[in-house]
């Protein structure tokens, strides 16, 4: 028990001195105020035919409870997978793989490390919640039961299964790192279906929520909405006080499936771990024939072109050095997946190309840019660029136009599609598109310093804009017209035009430090 | 108390281009210090990891107390330190959390490990920092932390791969005195490539080279073997370069416009030169060097 209790207490030190625990527990309280609009806010989070409830503990709490069984399995497995990660980087590997520890010990301690620190994001929003209920003043009478239970009953386990989940995925290989991220999104996504769908977890407060609003006002006939609206006015929002209900065997029975889950993803994990042993033996295969075409004749030739092409101007040198680090060890079945679909992207329709095939291609290449203002902490070569540095700001530059690069390569095929149709708003669109995605990318990994944040944040905004057209995310211009009336493409270029100048300014401020 | 190492082969890569980080190396590891010398990449750290049950080899067997410990690595994880040529710490934590956390990993009881880690904070010299986070550490005191971990739960076997690294002359001597005591009733193996951190401490001395253990002996007998092989030359700057082409040269000493020289070699290098007293970093300049003086300089004595 004293391994475990160790483990735990150094590990949980370890990942909550850092300033970065403390950005994370404001930014939950903050986003906790902001699900929470006043009636003449300009959006409205949880509407039920037109009705939300009176900011009371019964309602604040049954929806703090929703906020959290959608968003904190995502936010909080990105939180919380740098458990094992932690120990490979900050290279005590060693140190503990030569102790008696077992595998078992070890991950428990590790998986009570995250549900603490994940435990810890709840009495941060629940004390916001109270801040909340006191200051909009709906409902002055504070019932602490209300406020808590919904967190116990499905809040709670759902952290207890993520918990696993990032262990799990931290102790598969191949699950580790980007892709692991990626597949992650879409299980989040499925979670997320599944729960409002269900009749137990969240969905049961949903249905509960849903069932008394029809029996006291039935004469509306509006829709149930969880997520961010444009408010219509004062007066179109209509409140009534929900007394909330009383945890049930239906609820308590939500928890088993989430417990199952849990274990399961301990066990997988037990078995998967390799005790950060050594053991890897690389088999030299000798090289397929479309590898070696690929490299030899087309890549290498392609290079030998840009650098030509590049030689005269330290600025375009520069460019193709970038474009190489940041494709560099990636599979040669990523370059032909590109490929194809470059092809696919020269013969499908108009609408599948903008929906789904353009996205697609952009999605194939997460993991690629989402190296972008990172590699230098990664690399751990910061000083080495730092000395030999000609300019911070041309340096920020090459690597950005390096993935704005990648990114055009992505899309030529519907760059000539859409030329060939003359159809230039939407050539505008992704050109927009692809310095917002890239601005996007090079924030993200110069910021946090790991290219997590980006491999999560994109998959998201890919699924709500391009495949769900929601109009204001709708980066890519999918809905062509309507987003243009509204707006959108400016927003996204002021938007653009600012991350890129604030990740500038912290790369550059960062360099001058040395 | 004793390990066993028999026919032990590590390869990196399979298949046509195999790559040898431990080729066939047998060896039997008896209570006292034995140095383990090789150049960078001859396999020292190699071995080390196999030894720390980290990797696994591809052949071969080693036994610690008779136990095969390949088959059954916890066997030797309660009774091993280790200390690793690259290693970190959780910088957030002070030198004694860390050193708590590792004891903990390690099974050790809470007021056992206090105390070893107050007495080991006191022999390394860091009692001073033992509240203050890790990342304010030097590089020394962090080295130091990292050889205090490997000593907490009192191991039988010690292994130590460049432990002197980062260490300034007055650290490296205590370090060497904190080994001697040690000694006595444990199997030490410390690796380096100085071959003075060993010189004065080692009881036996095993020289690797490309993944082969090429020699095995006591200090003693390794100098014995280069006994008739060392000379001494005083020469002009102008013959440093062709001497340092075609022989050893262990050390060189400038002397007002000469070069006073330390040489290694099967035969007398030069008439002026002068058989010397060997050390052991000429025997191990000797057995893993290739070069053969050639026919001009030879039997000139």
């Known amino acids: 028990m004293n391994k475990v209790w160790q483990c735990f207490i150094a590990d949980f030190k370890q990942r909550t001195r850092q300033q970065s625990f403390i950005v994370t527990l404001l930014a939950m309280s903050v986003l906790t105020l902001l699900y929470f609009p006043s009636l003449d806010a300009q959006y409205q989070t949880v509407m039920v035919n037109g009705y939300r409830g009176i900011y009371n503990s019964a309602w604040l709490g049954a929806c703090l409870a929703m906020l959290n069984i959608f968003l904190l399995p995502l936010i909080c497995f990105y939180l919380i997978k740098n458990g094992l990660e932690l120990d490979r980087q900050s290279m005590t590997n060693e140190l503990i793989a030569a102790t008696p520890v077992s595998k078992v010990t070890y991950l428990f301690s590790k998986w009570c490390s995250n549900v603490l620190i994940l435990i810890f994001i709840l009495p941060v929003m629940l004390l916001t919640l109270i801040l909340i209920q006191l200051y909009y003043g709906e409902s002055y009478q504070i019932d602490l039961w209300a406020l808590i239970w919904p967190q116990l009953v499905f809040v709670l386990p759902t952290l207890l299964a993520v918990a696993s989940l990032a262990i799990m995925f931290e102790s598969i290989k191949w699950l580790r790192g980007g892709v692991g991220n990626v597949i992650y999104f879409f299980l989040w996504t499925g979670f997320m279906v599944q729960n409002i769908q269900g009749v137990s977890g969240a969905g049961a407060i949903l249905s509960s929520i849903r069932d008394e609003v029809i029996e006291r006002f039935p004469l509306q006939q509006s829709s149930t909405h969880i997520g961010v609206s444009i408010s219509e006015g004062v007066d179109a929002i209509k409140t009534f006080n929900w007394q909330g209900v009383e945890p049930t065997a239906l609820h308590l029975w939500s928890i088993v499936p989430l417990l199952i889950i849990c274990l399961t993803c301990f066990i997988l994990a037990v078995i998967f771990f390799d005790r950060f042993s050594q053991n890897s033996r690389t088999e030299n295969k000798p090289s397929s024939w479309l590898k070696r075409v690929l490299t030899t004749q087309i890549i290498r030739r392609l290079d030998v072109l840009f650098a030509l092409l590049s030689k005269n101007f330290s600025f375009t040198r520069l460019l193709r050095l970038e474009l190489k680090l940041l494709l560099k060890g990636h599979s040669t079945y990523w370059a032909i997946g590109l490929l194809v679909l470059n092809i696919v992207q020269l013969f499908v329709s108009k609408q599948l190309l903008v929906s789904i095939f353009l996205p697609m291609s952009w999605l194939w290449c997460v993991l690629v840019i989402s190296q972008l203002g990172q590699l230098e902490k990664q690399a751990n070569t910061l000083e080495l660029i730092t000395y030999s540095k000609s300019s911070a700001v041309l340096q920020s530059l090459t690597s950005y136009s390096a993935a704005w690069v990648l990114l055009a390569m992505a899309s030529m095929g519907s760059v000539l599609r859409f030329a060939a149709m003359t159809e230039w708003m939407l050539l505008i669109q992704l050109i927009i598109a692809i310095s917002f995605t890239v601005s996007l990318a090079y924030f993200c990994g110069a910021f946090t310093g790991t290219k997590r944040m980006f491999e999560v944040l994109y998959p998201a905004l890919w699924y709500v ?50 | 108390m004793h390990l066993d190492i ?88 002070s030198g004694i959390e860390f050193l708590q956390y590792m004891a903990g990993l390690k099974g050790l009881d809470e007021p056992l490990a206090n105390q070893r880690i ?10 001073h920092a033992a509240h203050i986070p890790l990342k304010g550490y030097s590089g020394g005191m962090k080295q130091r932390i990292g050889i205090a971990q490997a000593l907490l739960n009192n191991p039988k076997l010690l292994i130590i791969d460049e432990p002197t690294v980062g260490l300034d002359p007055q650290e490296r001597a205590n370090f060497r005195q904190l080994l001697t005591e040690l000694a006595n009733d444990r199997c ?19 020289i690797m080279q490309t993944g082969e253990l090429i020699q ?30 075609n022989f050893i040269v262990s050390h060189s000493l400038r002397k007002e416009n000469k070069v006073e020289l330390n040489i290694v070699a099967d035969y007398c290098p030069d008439v002026r030169a002068i058989s010397r007293t060997p050390s052991l970093e000429d025997a191990y300049l000797y057995f893993t060097s290739n070069r053969v003086p050639q026919a001009d300089f030879s039997r000139a004595c």
């Open chain 1, 465 to 514: 804009g391009p495949i769900q057209a929601a109009l204001y995310v709708d980066f890519f211009g999918v809905n062509s017209e309507a987003s243009w009336q509204a707006g959108i493409p400016y927003y996204f270029v002021a938007i653009t035009v600012v991350l890129l100048l604030l990740t500038v300014r912290a790369k550059s401020t960062r360099y001058s430090m040395y």
């Open chain 2, 6 to 93: 028999q026919s032990l082969s590590h390869q990196y890569q399979s298949g046509k281009n195999a790559t040898f980080a431990i080729k066939s190396l047998s060896l039997k590891v008896e209570p006292g210090i034995l140095g383990l010398l090789g150049s960078n990449g001859a396999g020292k750290s190699s071995l080390m990891r196999i030894l720390a049950t980290i990797t696994k080899p591809s052949q071969g067997k080693i036994f610690w107390q008779g136990q095969d410990i390949i088959k059954s690595p916890q066997l030797l994880r309660n009774e091993l330190g280790y200390l690793p040529q690259y290693f970190g710490v959780y910088d957030q934590l």
């Open chain 2, 118 to 127: 107050k007495d080991l904070l006191d022999k390394l010299n860091l009692s």
């Open chain 2, 188 to 206: 030490i193996i410390f690796s380096t490539h100085i071959v003075a951190d060993v010189e004065s401490i080692a009881d036996r001395i095993a």
């Open chain 2, 216 to 245: 095995s002996e006591s200090p003693q007998e390794l100098q014995n073997k280069v006994a008739n092989k060392c000379w001494q030359l005083t020469a002009n700057f102008s013959e440093l370069k062709n001497i340092q082409h």
